[in-house]
């Protein structure tokens, strides 16, 4: 090979170098902006194939959705009470440009400045509120006034911040001893109270359960006497009546109730005269 062709070779190398130097492409999800020398030019890409110059440099910003979560972060609440919070960010690059000329340091930087402007403000929120409210309110008590000055930090930084929400506040570890204690005394004193109107209440069904026993026992024991007055009145009329009609059957029925009454018992010993008229019906049975 000649010196003639090595020329026009070497030309074409350089050309295709300059083009691999000086071509890109930038996707969907990314931003490109070109840097020269450090410095950020005015404008960026949009997706597909663009061309720069050798000398200048393509940095790529994420262009999605990004977030992150604070966890674990100490705040106080009123009365000085310590709150351990999680805290979550949403946010996107909006100005690449601006993103990096802010000097934050790329995605971790910015991430770690606005996590400061809101530990910032969550700071003055939840120092005015007690543990009750901050729970109950809404977004963990990111309000809409939160939001709006937290924008300009954000824009600041070339990002829009989407979302904060707290998603959890717990006490401290001794502010929660303390709110467990509590709690167990409470819980301890609302039982002994449950256990003292429970041992009234069965007192008092166990005494008037007592006074209705006694009212039917009562009832029933003045209705049996009265029964049994009624069937003894009915028996001595019967009896009346029976014994009126053969008197001598009466004399005969009592005397052998008295045999029953008086013969009955094993071991009984009965001292009396034969001859007298108690074994009258012993003596002639066959006679009576």
């Known amino acids: 090979m000649n010196e003639r062709m090595l020329a026009p070779l070497a030309a074409a190398v350089a050309v295709v170098v300059l083009l691999c130097l000086s071509l890109f492409t930038v996707g969907e999800s990314e931003f490109a902006v070109r840097t020269r020398f450090g410095a950020v030019q005015d404008g960026n890409y ?12 393509i940095e790529r910003v994420e262009r999605r959705v990004l977030g992150q979560r604070m966890q674990g972060e100490p705040l106080l609440a009123s009365g000085q009470q310590g709150l351990s919070v999680d805290i979550d960010l949403n946010w996107r690059v909006r100005d690449p440009g601006a993103f990096l000329r802010s000097g934050a340091g790329g995605e971790q930087g910015v991430a770690v400045r ?3 402007a809101v530990r910032g403000e969550l700071k003055g929120v939840y120092a005015q509120a007690p543990l009750a409210q901050l729970i109950a309110a809404p977004r963990g008590g990111v309000s809409g006034d939160v939001m709006a000055r937290l924008g ?3 824009g600041r930084l070339g990002v829009e911040l989407l979302d904060v929400r707290v998603k959890r506040v717990d006490p401290a570890d001794d502010a929660a001893s ?3 204690g509590r709690m ?15 041992a009234a209440e069965g007192n008092r069904l166990r005494a008037e ?7 039917i026992q009562a009832a029933a024991n003045r209705d049996a006497q009265r029964l049994r007055g009624e069937g003894d009145a009915q028996a001595a009329a ?34 009396i005269e034969p001859d007298g008229d108690f074994y009258r019906f012993l003596r002639n049975p066959a006679r009576h």
């Open 184 to 198: 167990q005394s409470a819980y301890a004193a609302q039982a002994r109270q449950v256990r003292a109107e429970s």
């Open 209 to 215: 359960a007592e006074r209705n026993r006694a009212e």
């Open 46 to 57: 949009a997706p597909g194939l663009h061309w720069c110059w050798p000398f200048e440099r």
């Open 114 to 116: 606005l996590a400061e």
């Open 152 to 154: 300009p930090v954000a």
């Open 238 to 271: 019967i009896y009346a009546r029976a014994f009126g009609v053969n008197p001598e059957f009466a004399a005969f029925y009592r005397t052998l109730q008295a045999y029953r009454t008086a013969l009955g018992r094993e071991g009984d010993i009965l001292v």
């Open 178 to 180: 303390a709110i467990y």
